[in-house]
């Protein structure tokens, strides 16, 4: 069977993502032993752990202008990308469950199929804009509060003292790391554990060229997300 | 080292009592007998003013004038003799001599940290004064700098902490919770410490420590600071809280392990559940009023602008974030199981 390959990650979105993900997962080690300094000495003291947490929240929140810049001034499809549209939540999340919850089990494809103009299923697209556009930044400025107490005492104290504010970074980097967990593991449920993970490092994905040959001609009109079920149903029926 | 004190004094007493007898009862109108002039700036010009209010409730007011300035003669002023002083070493032996071997020795006298005529206990001291006490030679903004060099936030360290919480020992260190006021308005904070008539004004003439102990029952329950922070009425108002020590040694240095943050960001040492409400008197000293144990612990009442990382976190926080953790875990443990039980389905179906 022949290959072809798809551009599915342009490379600014690929640096993104991996300097958010190795950031992310920095500050939660390093989140951890800064919390509970008495349960976990991973770093060699605890200023280090707090160095190196203020460190990469910078990276984090860098690599976030990347990804906005990219995707807002850049290619322009921010909102295309990651709103989810009516269809999706008026059918597409319920057929994205179904999928994860009982029919790959059954060993049905997936309904969904990226292409570059329509990477993400209905959950995907959800997940991520809550992610991206609610809790990265908001445990990012809360961080920066927190980094900088004194200077910003008086909005600190407007959203209700330091103690709601460390409340407020603590619970929405435990969503972070709840959603780490959770993302790292549907991204190994490729064909391959790696068939997933491979574009988001080399940019290509790599398919049949027996499949769906019309995703790959790109098409500008908007990807039909009602399509989706019945090209996934082809694909289905295909061996 | 009190008895030590005692000791001396009553040697020193036995001395004086040589020349005056006077009665220990009879301290308060000797007292009031040398301040008639010495309390009135127009008798005696301002630098030898003696602030009655707050010398009469220290330990030096309760010894009185005479024993300390024991030459003193009936001829007085008159008669051209410069009276005596007892230096501190008389009485104060042991942090005399542990004063006198530090490296600070040379550089600062008793008299330079303290007034004698206001001698106060740690826990009397509010921490910004104590501070003041250091600031007067250690410029504000060169401390900043020096301790920005290795300590992150070093603003909000030295305002929130006494220097002799990093730069004496203490047997114990306990949180101090002092009430603190708005001056400007929303944006430009200007919060100062509440002055005692400013905390007057706010309690409708109660004594002042019924802001927040509420039943008046001399201990502030999480309750009462929960109704204290919620209170309209203290909008301006909020609590700020200090880490002081209980007793003070005098061998000012950098304490080797205060370089290791954990000596103040880790739970475990009693100190961080032991707290006290430390409130403005009349005489500007400060009288504490203790708080339950814990409250600065608790996740959003207790004193939600006092948080210090890694030793006051919520349990009740940890376990809602466990259980968001928790959540994360189900695709993969839950989804994984299945995944891992109906491979065959996928397999066949990639023939
Ligand atoms: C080792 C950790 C990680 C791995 C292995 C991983 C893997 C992947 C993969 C394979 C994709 C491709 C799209 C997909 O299948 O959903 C992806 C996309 C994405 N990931 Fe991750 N990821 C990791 C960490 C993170 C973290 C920490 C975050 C955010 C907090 C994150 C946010 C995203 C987002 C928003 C996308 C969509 C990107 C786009 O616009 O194309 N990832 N990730």
């Not at chain 1, 993502?17 to 919390?35: E, K, P």
């Not at chain 2, 740690?122 to 410029?139: E, F, I, K, W, Y």
Request: hydrophobic share 40%.
């Amino acid at each position: 069977m022949s290959k072809i390959k798809i551009y599915l990650q342009p490379t600014p979105i690929r640096i993104w993502h991996w300097l958010n993900a190795f950031g992310i997962i920095t500050l939660c080690i390093t989140g951890v032993q800064i919390r509970f300094p008495d349960h976990l000495h991973l770093f060699a003291s605890y200023k280090s752990a707090i160095l190196l947490h203020n460190v990469a929240g910078l990276v984090v929140a860098f690599s976030f202008s990347l990804w906005f810049i990219y995707y807002a001034v850049v290619s322009r499809t921010l909102l295309k990308t990651y709103m989810p549209s009516r269809d999706d939540l008026e059918h597409g999340l319920a057929r994205q469950a179904k999928f994860y919850l009982l029919t790959y089990f059954l060993g049905w494809k997936n309904p969904h199929h990226a292409t570059p103009d329509n990477k993400f299923n209905p959950m995907q697209k959800s997940a991520y804009l809550a992610i991206m556009f609610i809790l990265v930044p908001l445990v990012s400025l809360s961080g920066l509060l927190l980094t900088n107490v004194s200077p910003m005492r008086d909005l600190v104290l407007m959203i209700g003292g330091l103690k709601i504010l460390v409340a407020i970074h603590f619970l929405l980097a435990c969503c972070l790391c709840a959603f780490l967990f959770t993302h790292v593991y549907l991204a190994t449920l490729g064909k391959t554990p790696l068939e997933h993970i491979k574009p988001m490092w080399t940019g290509w994905e790599e398919e049949d060229s027996t499949e769906q040959p019309h995703h790959v001609t790109g098409s500008s009109r908007l990807p039909s997300v009602a399509a989706m079920p019945r090209t996934g149903m082809t694909t289905r029926r295909r061996p | 080292m009190k008895t030590e004190i005692v000791h001396k004094i009553m040697i020193l007493g036995l001395q004086i009592s040589l020349y005056t007898l006077i009665p220990l009862l009879a301290v308060a109108t000797e007292n009031s007998a040398c301040l008639e002039c010495h309390g009135d700036a127009a008798a005696v010009g301002e630098s030898l003013v003696i602030e009655a209010l707050s010398f009469d409730n220290t330990a030096h007011g309760e010894l009185g004038c005479h024993i300390c300035h024991a030459s003193i003669s009936d001829g007085h002023p008159d008669d051209g003799l410069t009276p005596s002083r007892t230096s501190c070493v008389e009485c104060h032996d042991p942090i005399s001599q542990e004063y006198a071997a530090s490296l600070h020795a040379g550089k600062a006298s008793c008299s330079d940290c303290h007034t004698p005529h206001r001698a106060l206990g740690p826990t009397a001291v509010s921490g910004h004064d104590m501070n003041r006490q250091c600031l007067t030679c250690h410029d504000h903004a060169d401390m900043l700098d020096k301790h920005g060099e290795w300590l992150p936030q070093a603003d909000l360290h030295v305002s929130m902490l006494p220097c002799i919480t990093c730069h004496s020992s203490s047997d114990q260190y306990v949180i101090s919770l002092y009430i603190i006021k708005r001056h400007g308005n929303m944006l430009s904070g200007g919060y100062e410490l509440a002055s005692f008539d400013e905390l007057s004004v706010q309690s409708n003439g109660r004594p002042i420590e019924q802001l927040v102990d509420r039943n008046a029952d001399g201990y502030v329950s999480l309750a009462e600071l929960r109704m204290f922070n919620l209170d309209p009425e203290n909008k301006q108002l909020r609590l700020q809280g200090m880490i002081t020590p209980e007793g003070v040694s005098h061998n000012f240095r950098t304490q080797d392990d205060r370089w290791d943050c954990s000596f103040c960001h880790a739970s475990g040492p009693a100190a961080r559940q032991v707290s006290f409400l430390s409130l403005a008197e009349p005489d500007g000293s400060y009288k504490r009023v203790p708080v339950e144990k814990g409250a600065v612990l608790d996740a959003l009442y207790g004193t939600p602008d006092f948080y210090m990382v890694g030793s006051t976190r919520s349990t009740a926080l940890n376990y809602v974030g466990l259980v968001i953790l928790a959540g994360g875990l189900v695709m993969p443990i839950g989804h994984g199981t299945l995944r891992i039980l109906t491979r065959k389905n996928r397999t066949k179906e990639e023939e």
